[in-house]
């Protein structure tokens, strides 16, 4: 969590991801957090604890107890104290209580704490599982690790991205807008986030789908698909208006036009490899 | 029927299985098939439904009968470990109800349980006979499967992870027992099943590296019986060669949060295990992890292990193998065979010989995996450990071929229908510590070009074959499939009948099409609040004496 290895750090602030079918866990949303009550919140949860006490819980940390239990309290190999994170007392420990009843009795060898540096110990413990316990909470260790060039060529050859997209033109300053993962989010999915937009608002989104429906008279309207079922489809057509027909079977015809076929048609050929790369190279479109 | 005659009609289930009576049967699903006795209807896992009244032709001609409101307020009756001025730990009481639940049914009583809540509705009216209500220690709200039933006797679990027995006919808590430690953070999902005198738990929690377990209770006392646990204990018991060492092993993970299926001929019960922990930082649990994400059959007797098939070695992509191993008597190459099956979350289809564990089939059911590199000679998936999540982001596709909404096998057309999904996700590494703790990474996307098809898809249960799809098309797939996707589904998984009128594509749109009935005639109820319907056909009146019924619960 905290051993942040490695070359430039991007934090990518996350929101609270709520459990979703397909892949719930992190999120790149900048949004601030929201949904669920306060209390299930991680986010909310982690700013429960007083900053200053973490840190100051940390450095008596750091020094009285890091070297059997190592600085991020999980001990290892090196190690002859055991895992504070994944520890059964500490995880049943209610503001230190429980933890100075220990140091008190049972720790070995005898520590020499103030009540109050307990106190700042145990939230800086409670701090460090709360954060390894909630995934919504976690920060990328992003690092760029793809060849700008090569993503260019990609870009221009083998990903075809040329034909719908420009570095002069849309993907213009893309680079100083997203950081990395966002960038890799774009590439892979066309979007940020879980939705592609819903063409509801008054200006559509630029991933919105377009639908063109053909009655059996042979008259045609399109727009901005809105709902597609098996029974029914709904536009919303140029001047604004929705508009909706059943279906049966395949009449009216919906001929669809998705913007991010692109996107879908790539997504069984790439490689790691040329995402990273895309991302090195959409980084210098500044 | 006035409300003593209810109440004498929930009486007369109050007898054990063995001898049970006149209305339900686990055991003997098509004696009683206007029961609903367990969380699957029966011990099998095919929620499978022979009533006929509602079908293809009629389905269009439903209309509400009732609706009951399901409240987060106190209940008529209470329990509950949490005290004034205690902590909270990891969750706490929701001022809304979410019901993920699959109602029992019995003598014209719905049973159905929501986290920190149980429910006993008037199947016919609607009307409330009861409601309970569990003060919490906390845990994490996500979810409640529903309740088990011995008898008189109820039982749930609670997301601070008591069990709750309750009695049925009054809702009055004769006893709760904690089965798992709420402040290691785990909490608990499942619906009991009962299996002779064992009320069958398991639990959940794989935030933070504790292990999972499956337990036994007596019904009448609440002693427990067993405990079996998902990873070893020790360095040198059976499966602990797949670890590095005892203390990756005991944090392993392994939860047991699926409801498992039973066949009482073997006397063997099959629990569908969770992924191993760390989640998505394998570095400190190199091997197979026995016995996560594995399929595991234990005599619910002793709770020890007959066989194992592990549906995931090694798993790294939160692919719990928690979906339903669905139990189907069939034929292989002309001869008679006792089967299980499971279309598992990584996108295989396994069909395996339940008296023994050995592989019959192993073939994906979705159309484009890139997390695998095959199949072994064992008939398990190869992890590809290209597409563990790394710091700079792994593309993996599925992204979640499906999950714990259960699916349906009709004996009739011998086809599985399973609710999936085709998405695409970046997995990155966050924990590279030489000790990851807890999820340890994640995954970004499912959305855009990422949240690729959705399908009903009709799997041979022979072949594993994928005899039809049906795609679940809307306009706003991405930011509404999931909703209108496990609607469809919730609707077959409750609804045994649904299966039955899914033979053909032309018959999923029947269904579909009484969703969208349904919906239209609820539009203008916007409040996000959760409710259950029952709608009644215009068919018939044979069994129910008056009315078919088609029980849903869906949110809005």
């Known amino acids: 969590m905290h051993a942040r290895i490695g070359r ?19 999120s790149l949303s900048a949004q601030p957090p929201g949904g669920r009550g306060a209390v299930d919140s991680g986010v909310e949860r982690l700013r429960a604890f007083d900053p200053a006490a973490v840190e100051r819980g940390r450095s008596v940390f750091g020094e009285k107890c890091s070297s059997c239990h190592r600085q991020n309290a999980r001990g290892g190999e090196d190690f002859s104290g055991p895992d504070l994170i994944r520890s059964v007392l500490v995880l049943q420990d209610v503001n230190g209580q429980q933890i100075a009843a220990h140091l008190r009795t049972g720790h070995k060898p005898l520590i020499a ?37 090569a993503g260019e060529t990609y870009f221009n050859g083998a990903g075809g991205c040329n034909k719908c997209h420009s570095p002069t033109g849309d993907l213009k300053g893309i680079g100083s807008r997203n950081d990395g993962p966002r960038l890799q989010a774009l590439i892979a999915f066309g979007t940020i986030g879980g939705g592609r937009g819903r063409g509801e608002a008054a200006a559509p989104s630029r991933t919105a789908r377009r639908a063109t429906v053909t009655l059996a008279s042979g008259e045609t309207f399109s727009g901005v698909l809105l709902r597609l079922t098996d029974f029914d489809v709904t536009i919303r057509d140029d001047d604004g208006k929705p508009r909706s027909w059943l279906r049966s079977g395949n009449v009216p015809k919906v001929t669809i036009v998705d913007p991010l076929q692109g996107h879908i048609d790539l997504l069984p050929k790439y ?14 479109l500044k | 029927m006035n409300k003593m005659s209810m109440l004498l009609a929930v009486c007369s289930v109050a007898l054990p299985i063995a001898l049970l009576a006149q209305r339900s049967d686990p055991l003997q699903p098509a004696r009683y098939p206007e029961a609903w006795p367990t969380h699957y209807g029966d011990y099998s896992g095919r929620r499978y439904s022979p009533l006929a009244q509602i079908n293809a032709a009629n389905v269009k001609t439903l209309s509400l009968a009732w609706t009951y409101r399901a409240t987060a307020q106190e209940g008529d009756t209470s329990g509950g470990e949490y005290h004034a001025g205690d902590p909270y730990y990891w969750g706490g009481p929701q001022a809304t109800v979410t019901i993920k639940a699959t109602p029992l049914v019995a003598n014209g009583v719905l049973y159905f349980a929501a986290p920190d809540h149980a429910y006993a509705i008037d199947a016919r009216t609607g009307r409330a006979i009861w409601h309970y209500f569990w003060r919490t220690r906390g845990g994490i709200h996500i979810g409640n499967r529903g309740v088990g039933m011995y008898g008189n006797l109820l039982f749930f679990e609670t997301p601070d992870c008591y069990l709750v027995s309750l009695d049925a006919a009054t809702g009055k808590e004769r006893w709760h027992k904690e089965i798992a430690d709420v402040r290691q953070q785990y909490f608990c999902t499942p619906a009991p099943i009962v299996i002779g005198r064992h ?23 609440g002693e427990r019986q067993w405990r079996w646990y998902t990873t070893p204990q020790k360095m040198g ?20 949060w699926l409801p498992p299926t039973y066949d009482p001929d073997l006397n063997l019960l099959y629990i569908p295990t969770g992924n191993p922990n760390p989640v998505f930082a394998p570095r400190s649990r190199k091997g197979d992890n026995l016995f996560t994400c594995a399929l595991v059959a234990l005599n619910p007797d002793t709770g020890k292990m007959a066989w194992y098939f592990q549906t995931s070695p090694h798993d790294t992509h939160d692919w719990d193998s928690a979906q339903v191993p669905v139990l189907i008597d069939g034929q292989i190459d002309g001869r008679p065979r006792k089967l299980v099956a499971q279309a598992a979350r990584n996108g295989y289809y396994f069909l395996l010989d339940r008296t023994n564990g050995k592989s019959i089939q192993t073939v994906p059911y979705v159309d484009f995996m890139n997390w695998s590199l095959g199949v072994n000679d064992k008939g398990q998936p190869i992890n590809n450990p290209a597409k563990d999540a790394t710091v700079d982001g792994t593309l993996v596709s599925p ?44 995954a970004v996307g499912g959305g855009g070009a990422g949240g690729r098809e959705a399908y009903i898809k009709a799997l041979d249960y022979r072949t594993g074959k ?17 909703r209108r996707f496990s609607k469809f589904r919730r609707v077959r998984s409750i609804d045994g009948r649904s299966a039955l009128a899914c033979r053909t594509p032309r018959d999923a749109v029947e269904r579909a099409d009484h969703v969208h009935a349904r919906r239209a005639a609820v539009r203008g109820d916007r409040r996000r609040r959760f409710v259950v319907r029952v709608h009644a056909g215009a068919v018939k009146p044979t069994q129910w004496k008056s009315r078919a019924f088609l029980i849903i619960i869906d949110r809005y």
């Not at chain 2, 009320?199 to 006392?221: A, K, N, R, T």
Request: hydrophobic residues 35%; proline residues 6%.
């Open chain 1, 271 to 284: 490689t790691d490899a040329a995402i990273h790369d895309l991302a090195a190279y959409l980084a210098t």
């Open chain 1, 8 to 26: 430039s750090i991007v934090r990518v602030p996350i929101a609270v991801a709520v459990a979703c079918l397909c892949l719930p866990a992190l």
């Open chain 2, 237 to 256: 018991e059976p499966g602990s060669e797949t670890w590095p060492d005892a203390y990756s092993m005991t944090h392993g993970g392994g939860m047991t």
């Open chain 2, 199 to 221: 009320v069958i738990v398991g639990i959940g929690g794989d935030s933070l590296d504790v292990q999972g377990y499956l337990e036994s209770y007596e019904p009448e006392s």
């Open chain 2, 399 to 442: 992204g979640s071929a499906t999950n714990w909404p259960p699916p349906s096998f009709s004996p009739k057309t011998g086809l599985l229908y399973v609710g999936t999904s085709q998405s695409y996700g970046l997995q990155y590494l966050t924990d590279t510590d030489e000790r990851p703790e807890g999820y340890g990474g994640g």
């Open chain 2, 466 to 482: 994928v005899r039809w799809r049906h795609p679940l098309t809307d306009g706003r797939r991405s930011a509404v499939r999931r």
């Open chain 1, 113 to 149: 704490l103030a009540a109050s540096e307990i106190t700042d110990v145990g939230a800086f413990l409670h701090r460090e599982i709360t954060y390894a316990a909630e995934r919504t909470n976690y920060q990328l260790q992003y690092a760029m690790t793809g060849n700008a060039k």
